[in-house]
T-cell receptor, first 116, second 114 residues
Framework: AQKITQTQPGMFVQEKEAVTLDCTYD???????LFWYKQPSSGEMIFLIY??????QNATEGRYSLNFQKARKSANLVISASQLGDSAMYFC?????????????FGIGTKLQVIP | DGGITQSPKYLFRKEGQNVTLSCEQN?????MYWYRQDPGQGLRLIYY???????QKGDIAEGYSVSREKKESFPLTVTSAQKNPTAFYLC?????????????FGEGSRLTVL
């Protein structure tokens, strides 16, 4: 089974609108972490936001928020007020495993294109 | 400045040759990772290491080898046993402290087999 599932290969959003990128995960660990990364065409990976499995409130970082629904095992990224510079690949990732043997698994990504 | 340095940025090799990709970090991070990225497949974990002299296979370790003799260095060797080595390779590190698991990435190495 896939550890991280991103079902939207590509998304379009109008500039200044909000967009939600979907991510579901699968783990039997009680303690885990969820991340979103942005990869522009230049190839660099940019960390956006983190949510711990024990965090009760959804994480927010500026225009990014993570809609964490633990029972559904989903960790959707919401980008508010989209900008042209938001056009990029977006990857959901999960850290799991006990301290000392943690590994981070990525989804296949969603390509977001912001339309002027 | 602290960061992760990967070299070379671009590499060409002939079939049947081994090649080693360098990854050095000066962030004092304990954990280091190698990922392979192919179009439409996202990032797949090749190997990871939590401490010096110890490393674990990831999801696609066949045809690759690593070493972790120093905390700062985690080189990846792509051997001739790797059937389809042309890809973009990303090295990353993380510190298991304030934000456990957050990965810091290098700029990547693009390997092309001729």
């Amino acid at each position: 089974a896939q550890k991280i599932t991103q079902t939207q290969p590509g998304m379009f959003v109008q500039e200044k609108e909000a967009v939600t990128l979907d991510c579901t995960y699968d783990t039997s660990d009680q303690s885990y972490g969820l991340f979103w990364y942005k990869q522009p065409s230049s190839g660099e990976m940019i960390f956006l936001i983190y949510q711990g499995s024990y965090d009760e409130q959804n994480a927010t970082e500026g225009r990014y928020s993570l809609n964490f629904q633990k029972a559904r095992k989903s960790a959707n990224l919401v980008i508010s007020a989209s900008q042209l510079g938001d056009s990029a690949m977006y990857f959901c990732a999960m850290r799991e495993g006990a301290r000392g043997y943690q590994k981070v698994t990525f989804g296949i990504g969603t390509k977001l294109q912001v339309i002027p | 400045d602290g960061g992760i340095t990967q070299s070379p940025k671009y590499l060409f090799r002939k079939e049947g040759q081994n090649v080693t990709l360098s990854c050095e970090q000066n962030l004092n991070h304990d954990a280091m990772y190698w990922y392979r990225q192919d179009p439409g497949q996202g990032l797949r974990l090749i190997y990871y290491s939590q401490i010096v002299n110890d490393f674990q296979k990831g999801d696609i370790a066949e045809g690759y080898s690593v070493s972790r003799e120093k905390k700062e260095s985690f080189p990846l060797t792509v051997t001739s046993a790797q059937k389809n080595p042309t890809a973009f390779y990303l090295c990353a590190s993380s510190i298991d402290r304030t934000l456990p698991g957050e990965l810091f990435f290098g700029e990547g190495s693009r390997l092309t087999v001729l």
